[in-house]
């Protein structure tokens, strides 16, 4: 993965050279324009609070920058799915994008899996990540998030995956805050 301060590459699954608070990301070209993007976050947090904040769906949107809305459909056990509406600004056009997502919680592995239903694109699917960090005295967790993404014909796909890279970040810190914020509380 590539740091969003410039840190050189490491690989998505190597949790431990990501660096406190420091953003990593990666892209990776695949086949018929798909792409694969991961961003990884470190934090001084419990893994149950981050596990709060990302499971907290109806106010997904009111803390994740680029997530105009998130609903909840319905709830079958550990399945759920979700609505949302994610929009972005560029070129002086406002693009919006529509997804119907099941997601699977995994808690006792810190996963919680999500793949498209319905929507405005070929293929949206991936996984957010939690770990805790064993034996520290001060918790800390990372916070893992990967996204295969293919659009469908005549999407500006160059356009979507510049944007994609930096809100993926944006994201990430939405959620960051998010946790910082009611752990503070707590």
Not at 34 to 51: G, M, N, S
């Amino acid at each position: 993965m590539s740091s969003a301060t410039g840190s050189p590459a490491t690989s998505s699954a190597d949790t431990g050279s990501c660096r406190l608070d420091t953003i990593q990301q990666e892209m990776e070209y695949l086949a018929n324009g798909t792409r694969r993007l991961a961003v990884q976050l470190r934090l001084p947090l419990h893994a149950d609070c981050l596990w709060a904040v990302l499971t907290d769906y109806p106010n997904l949107s009111s803390f994740i920058p680029n997530l105009a809305s998130s609903r909840q459909l319905w709830r079958r056990g550990n399945r759920v799915c979700l609505e949302q509406v994610g929009t972005q600004q560029f070129c002086g056009l406002r693009f919006s994008a529509k997804v119907e997502l099941e997601l699977v919680e995994h808690r006792e592995a810190g996963e919680l899996r999500f793949a498209m239903r319905q929507g405005d694109f070929r293929r949206f699917e991936g996984v957010w990540r939690i770990g805790q960090e064993p034996g520290r005295s001060i918790p800390e967790s990372s916070l893992l998030y990967e996204l295969i993404v293919q659009g469908r014909p005549g999407m500006p796909l160059g356009l979507i995956e510049q944007r994609l890279r930096k809100d993926l970040a944006s994201n990430l810190r939405g959620v960051q805050l998010e946790a910082m914020r009611r752990a503070a509380i707590n």
